[in-house]
């Protein structure tokens, strides 16, 4: 089984950018990928997602227009490009993997998962 490893979460003042990169053991090309993220005492929540068959990509509300995400089946990799970043977008992130054919906001239809990065916002 693919595992996860995500990267690049820090601590930045608001308005600043992070890139967030997902590494993967094996290929990804075959999965649906997504980006959760989850604050204290809070739920897991979708970000945003890029589909296995056209490369759609999905966003939360929140995110649209500051985060971008983006797929490299060659080098096996997810990222999160974050800019704009503002105080409630501190959580710790998760590079998710589905095996369905386009995003989905559900955590519940991801199979695989990384252990997170933790992105902190000052105001």
């Known amino acids: 089984q693919v595992q996860l490893v995500e990267s690049g979460g820090g601590l930045v003042q608001a308005g600043g950018s992070l890139r967030l990169s997902c590494a993967a053991s094996?290929?990804?090309?075959?999965?649906?990928m997504g980006w959760f993220r989850q604050a204290p005492g809070k739920e897991r929540d979708f970000v945003a997602g890029i589909s296995r068959i056209n490369g759609r990509m999905s966003y939360v509300d929140s995110v649209k227009g500051r985060f971008t995400i983006s797929r490299d089946n060659a080098k096996n990799a997810l990222y999160l490009q974050m800019n704009n970043l503002k105080p409630e977008d501190t959580a710790v992130y998760y590079c998710?993997?589905?095996?369905?054919?386009?995003?989905?906001?559900?955590?519940?239809?991801?199979?695989?998962w990384g252990r997170g990065t933790q992105v902190t916002v000052s105001s």
């Open positions: 998710a993997a589905s095996s369905a054919l386009f995003s989905s906001l559900s955590r519940n239809d991801y199979d695989i």
């Open positions: 094996g290929r990804i090309f075959s999965y649906t």
